[in-house]
């Protein structure tokens, strides 16, 4: 894993962990949102593996499925998470109140840790979170 990926990784976890906490709070259209970044922030990490990297989020999608779903290095699942995450972004953020059902962000979120897990078998493992305690 390079350190690029790592933090990107790390991001994506924290993510996550966001995507999580407005769950709970019942903030489903900004939960789903974190949900979408915390797959992009992985599909940016394969693609850093391969040197690879794009500034629009569409380009990120279309070259993840592109170099993995597609050739089936990465289950072709992964891509489909991916892109439903970003059009349930895009609802989130710029849609009217309340676009997102909780159905819709809790699947988003299980998704996104499904994806987690994965990259982190295939790309290697993150550190444990440290917590600060303040």
Same mark, same amino acid.
């Given at each position: 894993?390079?350190?690029?990926?790592?933090?990107?990784?790390?991001?994506?976890?924290?993510?996550?962990?966001?995507? #999580? $906490?407005?769950?709970?709070?019942? *903030? /489903?259209?900004?939960? +789903?949102?974190?949900?979408?970044?915390?797959?992009? &922030?992985?599909?940016?990490?394969?693609?850093?593996?391969?040197?690879?990297?794009?500034?629009?989020?569409?380009?990120?999608?279309?070259?993840?499925?592109?170099?993995?779903?597609?050739?089936? #290095? $990465?289950?072709?699942?992964?891509? *489909? /998470?991916?892109?439903? +995450?970003?059009?349930?972004?895009?609802?989130?953020? &710029?849609?009217?109140?309340?676009?997102?059902?909780?159905?819709?962000?809790?699947?988003?979120?299980?998704?996104?840790?499904?994806?987690?897990?994965?990259?982190?078998?295939?790309?290697?493992?993150?550190?444990?979170?440290?917590?600060?305690?303040?």
């Amino acid at each position: 894993m390079t350190p690029d990926q790592q933090d990107l990784l790390e991001k994506a976890r924290a993510s996550l962990d966001a995507a #999580r $906490v407005l769950f709970a709070a019942g *903030h /489903y259209d900004f939960a +789903a949102p974190r949900a979408y970044y915390s797959m992009f &922030y992985i599909a940016e990490a394969f693609l850093e593996g391969e040197g690879l990297a794009f500034s629009k989020h569409q380009a990120v999608i279309a070259a993840f499925g592109h170099q993995f779903a597609h050739t089936g #290095r $990465v289950p072709r699942e992964f891509h *489909h /998470y991916l892109t439903e +995450a970003f059009e349930l972004r895009h609802g989130g953020d &710029y849609g009217p109140p309340k676009t997102i059902t909780e159905k819709k962000a809790q699947e988003a979120i299980a998704h996104a840790q499904l994806f987690l897990e994965f990259a982190e078998r295939l790309i290697g493992p993150l550190p444990p979170e440290r917590r600060d305690n303040a």
